[in-house]
């Protein structure tokens, strides 16, 4: 749809021709006999699925279902990158961080935050409405960001909040149209993720995996908010996998698994692709140092009704806090001179795993980061090789775990065309330590069993790094190294040649996807901690990225050294002179 240039100021009369396309008498009829979603609503389960062939909006997260992170928009490219010009910027009113990308339809753009959901007008930063996060009386306010971003589904706005409830908005006015509580924060559970919709439910996840949690997926019905499944991550008595955890205890209650980021989807086999954190406690002995699943595991479940059709465990007895959350990148590519349908993520523990997503097999494997917890990943077991670090830990030492983290929680890219992944990298250890006795269990508390920090940081240090690399081979084409802060902000490449990313230090900027070299930058004054989006208005490419300096990890390098406070940015190429906008 287009819009009317009179119109523009009017978010509601400029929403109105995609609504109207739906008041066909035909539809109206079907609608009636209960077949469609009413007139009216809009964002079908098919106009999620066909995300990335309508550039005008941005549905799903990471540009799509298979959360590439690319966009094949080329207007802007590296020979006109230096008249990309915010636009409008607006604040988003909070002090815990922008980790979230927002959500695009119709010339309206939804943000959300651990205060607040926006809807602004695309065309000039307006705010249309705003609807406050409320919590239980009591709650925590640590941790209230929310990663990801907002859902959208037939006219309905669906997110978490940190008190650990899953709430739907009418993207229309901001009004809550449902609210279910999931979990109980006296037990450890806090939620910070992103749900999805996928084949018509919604799934969401929880947070909490360094306290006595047990992880588990719920699938909701997106009109009413009825449950419809759960899927714990952690098998029960009698469940497959079960046996990897020790018999006659309760370690498998409270045995971690957290949901905490979000899924992927592929409709034709309709799997979701959904990764687990790490197993807890990190210390082994009370789990018996078995593999605990589902931990640190990637799990492709059905969306109707959580069933597990294949599962690939990452790191078998994760006590590293290695995690296996990070999203899967859903492509299909050539290997061998087959065509496979396989699953990319760049795993917290520091190697690139590319998986068959038809059978959760593994096909290669390959650090991005130093590495030194294990020397390399069986392909035939598909299990990681340990190095002596493992005996050491158990004895009692303080080691040094390189790396502490691959990313940090955000989104990597994938180019289709190049056929290399794109990811911000942490060169940064983890110094840990078992406690000297066992912790005692207390509910809800912390529970991890080890004492753990970073090394300080001295001037000059080298934190980490942007990466172009083969998931095949392993083989990094560049590699761009960041000094003094590591960064916490995810990947967009796009068909200009370009990758969009962020600085710790609030910088928005853009790099040559050849070379890594950066091209533009933009001082967004708090620090680029999300992913930003690409789309076009009016047929005229636009990027959009929030700032706002949130969760632990960022916190612990720039806290103090940067402002704080959320705020939204719009950039657009600034017409040439003599030409028309
Ligand atoms: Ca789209």
Same mark, same amino acid.
């Given at each position: 749809?287009? &819009?009317?240039?009179?119109?523009?100021?009017? @978010?509601?009369?400029?929403?109105? @021709?995609?609504?109207?396309?739906?008041?066909?008498?035909?539809?109206?009829?079907? !609608?009636?006999?209960? +077949? /469609?979603?009413?007139?009216?609503?809009?964002?079908?389960? #098919? #106009?999620?699925?066909?995300? @990335?062939?309508?550039?005008?909006?941005? /549905?799903?997260?990471?540009?799509?279902?298979?959360?590439?992170?690319?966009?094949?928009?080329?207007?802007?490219?590296?020979?006109?990158?230096?008249?990309?010009?915010?636009?409008?910027?607006?604040?988003?009113?909070?002090?815990?961080? #922008? /980790? !979230?990308?927002?959500?695009? =339809?119709?010339?309206? +753009? =939804?943000?959300?935050?651990?205060?607040?959901?926006?809807?602004?007008?695309?065309?000039? *930063?307006?705010?249309?409405?705003?609807?406050?996060?409320? +919590?239980?009386?009591?709650?925590?306010?640590?941790?209230?960001?929310?990663? $990801? *971003?907002?859902?959208? &589904?037939?006219?309905?706005?669906?997110?978490?909040?940190?008190?650990?409830?899953?709430? !739907?908005?009418?993207?229309?006015?901001? #009004?809550?149209?449902?609210?279910?509580?999931?979990?109980?924060?006296?037990?450890? =559970?806090?939620?910070?993720?992103?749900?999805?919709? !996928?084949?018509?439910?919604? %799934?969401s996840g929880m947070s909490g995996g360094e306290s006595t949690t047990r992880g588990f997926l719920d699938g909701w019905d997106p009109a009413t908010g009825e449950k419809l499944w759960r899927r714990y991550t952690i098998p029960g008595p009698g469940e497959p996998g079960h046996e990897t955890w020790p018999a006659g205890t309760d370690a498998w209650l409270y045995g971690g698994a957290p949901t905490w980021r979000s899924g992927s989807y592929d409709p034709e086999l309709d799997l979701v692709y959904w990764g687990t954190g790490n197993a807890e406690p990190y210390d082994p002995a009370p789990r018996g140092a078995l593999d605990s699943l589902y931990a640190s595991t990637v799990l492709a479940i059905r969306p109707k009704t959580g069933e597990i059709h294949c599962y690939y465990q990452y790191t078998p007895n994760d006590v590293y806090d290695v995690d296996g959350i990070d999203e899967n990148v859903l492509a299909d590519i050539e290997i061998d001179g087959e065509m496979r349908k396989v699953m990319i993520q760049a795993n917290k523990n520091g190697f690139l795993y590319t998986l068959d997503r038809t059978d959760c097999s593994l096909i290669a494997a390959h650090p991005y980061v130093y590495v030194n917890w294990a020397t390399h990943i069986d392909l035939a077991t598909g299990r990681p090789v340990l190095t002596d670090i493992y005996r050491d830990f158990l004895a009692g030492e303080q080691v040094y775990i390189w790396p502490s983290r691959g990313t940090n929680a955000v989104p990597i890219a994938f180019n289709p065309n190049t056929g290399l992944i794109y990811s911000t990298a942490w060169h940064v250890p983890r110094i840990q330590r078992l406690l000297p006795e066992p912790q005692e269990f207390v509910l809800g508390a912390s529970s991890t069993g080890v004492t753990n920090r970073f090394p300080p940081v001295e001037p000059g240090d080298l934190l980490g790094h942007i990466v172009a690399i083969d998931p095949l081979t392993g083989e990094k084409k560049w590699e761009i190294p960041m000094h003094d802060f590591p960064s916490s902000a995810g990947v967009l490449a796009t068909g200009g040649g370009l990758l969009f990313s962020g600085k710790i230090t609030g910088e928005f900027i853009a790099l040559?996807?050849?070379? *890594?070299?950066?091209?533009?930058?933009?001082?967004?004054?708090?620090?680029?901690?999300?992913?930003?989006?690409? &789309?076009?208005?009016? $047929?005229?490419?636009?990027?959009?990225?929030?700032? $706002?300096?949130?969760?632990?990890?960022?916190?612990? =390098?720039?806290? *103090?050294?940067?402002?704080?406070?959320?705020? %939204?940015?719009?950039?657009?190429?600034?017409?040439e002179q003599g030409s028309a906008p």
């Open positions: 749809m287009k &819009y009317v240039a009179a119109l523009a100021s009017s @978010p509601r009369c400029a929403r109105a @021709p995609r609504s109207s396309q739906r008041l066909l008498p035909a539809a109206l009829l079907v !609608a009636a006999l209960g +077949l /469609l979603p009413a007139p009216g609503l809009a964002q079908t389960a #098919e #106009e999620l699925i066909d995300d @990335p062939q309508t550039p005008e909006d941005v /549905l799903v997260h990471s540009m799509g279902y298979d959360r590439k992170s690319y966009s094949p928009l080329d207007q802007i490219d590296k020979s006109n990158i230096h008249r990309l010009v915010p636009i409008w910027s607006t604040s988003l009113m909070n002090q815990s961080g #922008e /980790l !979230a990308a927002p959500a695009i =339809y119709d010339g309206v +753009l =939804y943000a959300i935050n651990g205060s607040w959901t926006f809807a602004i007008d695309l065309r000039t *930063g307006r705010q249309i409405w705003r609807t406050p996060v409320v +919590l239980e009386e009591g709650s925590r306010r640590r941790s209230s960001f929310n990663r $990801g *971003g907002p859902v959208i &589904y037939e006219g309905r706005l669906f997110r978490v909040t940190v008190d650990n409830h899953v709430l !739907a908005l009418d993207m229309e006015t901001g #009004e809550e149209l449902w609210n279910q509580k999931f979990a109980d924060a006296a037990e450890g =559970y806090y939620a910070t993720g992103a749900p999805i919709v !996928a084949n018509g439910v919604l %799934i040559d996807e050849e070379t *890594g070299e950066t091209l533009w930058e933009f001082q967004t004054g708090s620090s680029v901690n999300a992913t930003a989006i690409t &789309y076009t208005l009016d $047929g005229r490419q636009q990027i959009t990225v929030a700032s $706002g300096l949130g969760g632990g990890l960022a916190n612990r =390098y720039a806290r *103090g050294l940067v402002p704080a406070g959320g705020s %939204i940015w719009t950039f657009a190429l600034m017409p």
